[in-house]
């Protein structure tokens, strides 16, 4: 990928330190540490839970889920370190690096980390807007490379779903028997298509938050291998996908029940329902804000996992990496290979048959658990169908929008409804004698 990277950035990190065990600081409190990360972790869940209503919010929001993505990265490597007897704190190894110092501190919804300093007064307004919404565009930014990324695979086999779903209905109205099967196999080719790419998608979209390079999700070799290398940990993922996002599709069909579940819900106004869904809706994020979250930092940490062994076993060259994940292995002297000595010709013999037997079972096991993913979509737009947006997105996969069967539209309905029982009221009074 990167053919001149490691002469390049030599260069450019001639002035920093190999290690960076030589910065000493003082380590916070414990107490401390966890006070800020309870904190932290309400206000974010919080402002989750309102941004993913609206689509532009959405988007802001995975864009701070891949920086977070991003930060983990880096984070499971400086662990390592530690792990390996590199005694520093993370705040100094942060500041050492232009990339990375953006990251000493959790990534932020709006506030920018660093106010710059500025001239005149338009340069001071100009400083103040950016220091006050800076981290809501770059959040804007990312969000909108990393959805498209995501739908570049998978839009495919939903546009296939989709159709499937509406010519099954269309042949099942007009009794076209000759094309009875045309249905069935563009579903089934969708199914494939969508599991494949859920082969890749997590890892990819891991790559892509930690080496801040878009073009970087479509590094398939690399992501491949280290899919392979880590096959456990990503058979684990797989089954974190298919077990998060449950939750998620019930929640999601549950307003299609409402008039079985609240005998008193036609008896309410527009305004009242769409005030209680607003509702619904707001509260049940509860649980696709933390899913979302948790399914990107799993990932986040195969695959710094697997970059590192890969790394220092030879497995991926130095110059596949992107130059800040270079330049961050770098300071934290994990580039070099392990010196353990070659094992016996059985060993690597078995080793290699392990190998290829349990990443084979692990990709049967990862289809059939992408299977039961699918499954469940299919199962939640049977029960309760959403127009377009059902098909079309998957709030734990794509875009995390949590705008299924909205307030908006349902209120609609109840709008319509009540405007079409006045306008039978007024035909009978119409037709009643006057005075």
């Known amino acids: 990928m990167n053919q001149d990277l490691p002469a390049r950035q030599t260069a450019e990190v001639s002035n920093l330190p190999a290690r960076a065990d030589v910065w000493a600081g003082p380590e916070p409190s414990p107490g401390r540490i966890w006070a800020e990360r309870l904190l932290y972790g309400i206000r974010s869940l919080l402002l989750g839970m309102l941004f993913v209503l ?13 920086r977070c993505t991003q930060r983990e990265v880096l984070r499971t490597w400086w662990k390592h370190a530690v792990h390996e007897g590199r005694s520093h704190a993370w705040e100094p190894f942060a500041l050492g690096d232009q990339w990375t110092r953006d990251h000493v501190k959790r990534p932020r919804w709006f506030l920018v980390t660093r106010r ?3 001239g005149g007064p338009w340069a ?25 990324n995501v739908w570049v695979l ?19 109205f007009n ?15 969708g199914v494939f298509l969508f599991m494949g790419a859920m082969l890749y998608v997590p890892l990819a ?16 070799k690399l992501v491949w291998k280290i899919s392979r290398r880590e096959w456990i940990s990503c058979l684990g993922l797989a089954a974190l996908y298919s077990i998060l996002t449950l939750p998620v599709m019930i929640l999601k069909t549950v307003p299609g029940f409402l008039t079985q579940m609240r005998p008193d819900w036609e008896s309410r106004s527009p305004a009242e329902a769409a005030s209680w869904l607003q509702g619904y809706w707001f509260w049940s994020a509860m649980v696709l804000v933390p899913a979302y979250f948790l399914l990107r930092m799993a990932a986040a940490r195969i695959y710094a996992r697997g970059i590192l062994r890969g790394v220092r076993r030879g497995a991926i060259a130095e110059e596949d990496l992107a130059p800040q994940e270079w330049t961050a292995l770098h300071r934290l002297g994990l580039l070099t290979s392990g010196s353990t000595p ?14 290829r037997v349990g990443s084979a079972a692990a990709l049967a096991l990862s289809l059939f658990l992408g299977f039961t993913l699918v499954a469940q979509i299919f199962i939640s737009e049977f029960f309760v169908y959403h127009p377009f947006v059902g098909w079309m997105n998957q709030p734990t996969i794509q875009l995390p929008y949590w705008g299924y069967r909205g307030a908006e539209i349902i209120d609609s309905e109840i709008q319509n409804e009540a405007r079409g029982d006045a306008a039978t009221h007024e035909t009978r009074d119409a037709g009643q004698p006057g005075d």
């Open 54 to 66: 609206s689509v532009p919010g959405a988007l802001a929001f995975l864009g701070w889920v891949m």
């Open 205 to 220: 979209q891991a790559r892509q938050a930690a080496s801040g390079d878009w073009r970087c999700f479509y590094d398939f």
């Open 175 to 189: 009794k076209g028997y000759e094309q009875a099967m045309v249905g069935p196999l563009t579903g089934i080719l």
């Open 124 to 148: 001071r307004i100009r400083e103040t807007a950016r220091w006050l919404f800076g981290s809501l565009v770059n959040n804007l930014k990312v969000g909108i490379q990393a959805l498209f």
């Open 116 to 118: 710059r300093e500025a």
């Open 342 to 355: 070659e094992p016996a010709w059985w060993i690597r013999a078995l080793a290699w048959v392990g190998t």
């Open 154 to 172: 998978t839009i495919p086999g939903c546009l296939l779903w989709l159709f499937a779903w509406y010519d099954g209905w269309n042949n099942s």
